[in-house]
């Protein structure tokens, strides 16, 4: 299981998510942390950033080490890139 650092401006934005959507993300991270399943690519525009799709939504994190994620922020896709 890998462990969460949620970095300040990713928390705040997954509090402006309605319950519905966090829970979503939430779910999606916890899974990707636990099996490593998730639909996750390696972005070639940011050095060493990863993305995760959970619907319209996109969360961006980095591996500190292979049991630590980072996460940076939630996006809305159309906003996102």
């Given at each position: 299981m890998k462990r969460?650092?949620?970095?300040p401006a990713?928390?705040?934005?997954?509090?402006?998510?309605d319950r519905e959507t966090a829970m979503r993300?939430?779910?999606a991270l916890t899974r990707y942390g636990s099996v490593g399943d998730g639909?996750?690519?390696?972005l070639t525009d940011r050095e060493g950033l990863?993305?995760?799709?959970?619907?319209?939504?996109?969360?961006?994190?980095?591996l500190d080490s292979p049991d630590v994620v980072r996460v940076h922020g939630?996006?809305?896709r159309g906003e996102a890139y």
């Open positions: 969460f650092v949620w970095e990713a928390r705040s934005d997954l509090r402006r998510l993300i939430l779910l639909n996750v690519k390696r990863y993305r995760l799709r959970v619907g319209k939504w996109r969360i961006f994190f980095d939630i996006d809305n």
